[in-house]
């Protein structure tokens, strides 16, 4: 069974451009969180997507936002980029029900100049 | 709010056993994640608490405390290759909102 795909791997942009991350998860899991990993805050959650509904929000500003789609693939935007965005934008998902472990992908590696 | 506090760092010795301590105080508490992640790689899951007591995996062990908000990771006969982050992660929501701790790095030396 192929794991949880991430695009693109690295990515470089500009202050004030925006960006949108991609997430597969593992086939037949239907829940998709993100987080946010830098060196000084750790893993921060995002927000859970479920059945294309967001389920849970972490406290990021409305620059942030994602969206799920019927087949369960995941996608987060983030508009006006910011210097501090520069982080490891990780995704996991879930089999969802009563399966709570999270399989993550390798992440999306954004650096913002 | 949520806290979870984890120690930033600890060093073992390769055949020895090690204790990862985290305290947690969250709203709401589902269960209790361990997860390692070596440098450069995505974490991967070690275990999942909900009840209190321990639970025996191995080599890697888990004990939780809800009335403490506490927990522990113990890893017996440690290898080189458990040197990684250890993260502490609380799922507290209504569905799965997970919060993290910042992670204990741990070194592992011959």
């Known amino acids: 069974k192929a794991g949880v795909t991430q695009t693109p791997r690295y990515l470089i942009k500009t202050r004030g451009q925006q960006v949108t991350l991609s997430c597969s998860p593992i086939s037949g899991h239907r829940s998709v969180s993100w987080y946010q990993q830098t060196p000084g805050q750790g893993l921060q959650f995002l927000f859970e997507?479920?059945?294309?509904?967001?389920?849970n929000k972490g406290n990021f500003p409305g620059r942030f936002s994602g969206r799920q789609f019927s087949n369960s693939r995941s996608e987060m935007n983030v508009s006006t980029l910011e210097l501090g965005d520069s982080a490891l934008y990780l995704c996991?998902?879930?089999?969802?029900?009563?399966?709570?472990?999270?399989?993550f992908g390798p992440g999306t590696r954004l650096t913002v100049t | 709010g949520q806290n979870i506090d984890q120690p930033t760092e600890m060093t073992a010795t390769e055949g020895a056993i090690v204790q990862i301590n985290c305290t947690y105080q969250?709203?709401?508490?589902?269960?209790l994640f361990w997860y390692q992640q070596h440098a450069g790689e995505a974490p991967t899951f070690l275990s999942y608490?909900?009840?209190?007591g321990l639970e025996e995996k191995g080599r890697f062990s888990s004990f939780l405390s809800r009335s403490k908000g506490y927990s522990y990771l113990l890893l017996k006969e440690l290898q080189m290759k458990d040197s990684a982050s250890y993260l502490c992660a609380v799922n507290s929501g209504g569905y799965q909102k997970v919060t993290f701790g910042t992670g204990t790095k741990l070194q592992v030396i011959p």
């Open positions: 997507y479920f059945s294309e509904t967001q389920r």
């Open positions: 969250t709203s709401g508490f589902n269960g």
């Open positions: 996991a998902s879930t089999l969802a029900g009563s399966s709570y472990e999270q399989y």
């Open positions: 608490n909900v009840l209190d």
